[in-house]
C-alpha cells in the first residue's frame, strides 16, 4: 500500500492498526490458499496413481488372456528319448543315420526346430539291463519317449512273463517321471517254435491295451527281412531302412502324440495365466 506524503502526518493510530490487520488477512488467505492447492495436488496424485493400477491390471489382464500362437507352440522344446536296444543305437551305420538322428532331421523339417531326440541305445541290451538303467535315462526329462526292447531277450529264448514284466516296469517308471511313452512293437523268426513267437509277439499290443500307450504294431515293418534294406546280418537296417522306419512307422504313431502334448501344455498354461492374482495397491 502506497501513502501520499500530505496524508501521512495526519494517519492516527488505528488507522496504521488497521492496515496491520489488513496485511495479517492477506498472509492468512496466502496461506489458506497454499493449503488448498496442496491438498488439491494431493488429490490429483491420487487419482493418477488410481489410474495407473487401473491400467496396469488391464494390461496384465490382456496378457494373461493372449493365446499361445500355433508358431510359438511348434517352436517351443521338444525333448524325445530313443530307447532301445542295437536298433535304436544303430549297430553298423553312421552316426547321422540311425533313426534317432534321422527322426530329429525329420521333425526339424516338418517345423519342429527345437526338438531335439536322444539316442539312448545300447547294443545287446535286454529288457532286465534297461529296466536297470532307467533311473540314469530319466535324467533326460525327455517329454516322450519311444520304447523299442525285447528282441535280444528273445533271441536267447528268455521267459515271456519275464520280458513283459520288464516292459511295463520300463513303461510305469517312464510315465512316473512324466513322459509319453510309445512302444515299439516286435517280432522274430521262427526258429524258436510258433508257440514262443506268438507269444512274444503278443506281448506288445497286450501291453499297449492295457497301460494306454500308443503301440508301433511291427517297428521293423517293410524293413525286417528286406535284403536290400538290411545290413548283412540280416538283422540290422541300413540308413535307408531306417528312412522308411521313420517316415512310415515312427512319425504317423509319432506325430499326433506331439500334437497332444502341445495341446496339454497349451491347455495349462491357459489355466495358469488365468488364475487370479492379488494386485499390491
Known amino acids: 500500500m502506497k501513502v501520499f506524503p500530505h496524508f501521512s502526518r495526519r494517519l492516527p493510530a488505528m488507522a496504521v492498526l488497521t492496515i496491520a490487520v489488513a496485511i495479517s488477512g492477506c498472509q492468512k488467505d496466502a496461506e489458506s490458499t497454499d493449503a488448498t492447492d496442496s491438498q488439491n495436488t494431493s488429490s490429483q496424485n491420487t487419482d493418477v496413481q488410481a489410474i495407473n493400477t487401473q491400467t496396469s491390471t488391464h494390461t496384465n489382464e490382456v496378457t494373461a488372456s493372449a493365446p499361445v500362437s500355433a508358431d510359438q507352440q511348434?517352436?517351443?522344446?521338444?525333448?524325445?528319448?530313443?530307447?532301445?536296444?542295437?536298433?535304436?543305437?544303430?549297430?553298423?551305420?553312421d552316426s547321422d543315420a540311425n533313426y534317432p538322428a534321422q527322426l530329429e532331421a525329420s521333425l526339424k523339417e516338418l517345423g519342429y526346430t527345437n526338438a531335439?531326440?536322444?539316442?539312448?541305445?545300447?547294443?545287446?541290451?535286454?529288457?532286465?539291463?534297461?529296466?536297470?538303467?532307467?533311473?540314469?535315462?530319466?535324467?533326460?526329462?525327455?517329454?516322450i519317449t519311444i520304447l523299442t526292447i525285447g528282441a535280444n531277450d528273445a533271441m536267447r529264448g528268455l521267459d515271456v512273463a519275464t520280458i513283459e514284466k520288464n516292459i511295463?516296469?520300463?513303461?510305469?517308471?517312464?510315465?512316473?517321471n512324466g513322459s509319453h511313452v510309445i512302444l515299439g512293437g516286435m517280432?522274430?523268426?521262427?526258429?524258436?517254435?510258433?508257440?514262443?513267437?506268438s507269444a512274444f509277439?503278443?506281448?506288445?499290443?497286450?501291453v499297449a491295451k492295457d497301460m494306454n500307450v500308443p503301440l508301433i504294431p511291427f517297428f521293423l515293418e517293410g524293413v525286417g527281412g528286406d535284403p536290400e534294406l538290411n545290413q548283412a546280418d540280416a538283422i540290422h537296417p541300413t540308413k535307408e531302412g531306417?528312412?522308411?522306419?521313420?517316415?512310415?512307422?515312427?512319425?504317423?504313431?509319432?506325430?499326433?502324440?506331439?500334437?497332444?502334448?502341445?495341446?496339454?501344455?497349451?491347455?495349462?498354461?491357459?489355466?495358469s495365466n488365468n488364475t487370479p492374482t492379488e494386485t499390491t495397491q
Open 74 to 93: 511348434i517352436n517351443s522344446p521338444l525333448t524325445i528319448l530313443a530307447l532301445g536296444d542295437s536298433l535304436t543305437e544303430g549297430l553298423g551305420v
Open 116 to 143: 531335439k531326440v536322444i539316442n539312448s541305445g545300447l547294443s545287446g541290451e535286454t529288457s532286465t539291463g534297461l529296466v536297470n538303467r532307467l533311473d540314469w535315462v530319466a535324467q533326460t526329462k525327455p517329454d
Open 168 to 176: 511295463r516296469t520300463a513303461v510305469k517308471t517312464l510315465q512316473d
Open 187 to 197: 517280432s522274430i523268426y521262427d526258429n524258436l517254435g510258433n508257440d514262443y513267437v
Open 201 to 206: 509277439s503278443d506281448i506288445y499290443p497286450r
Open 242 to 271: 531306417y528312412q522308411i522306419i521313420v517316415k512310415d512307422n515312427i512319425l504317423p504313431i509319432l506325430k499326433p502324440e506331439i500334437e497332444k502334448l502341445k495341446a496339454s501344455n497349451s491347455t495349462n498354461t491357459t489355466a
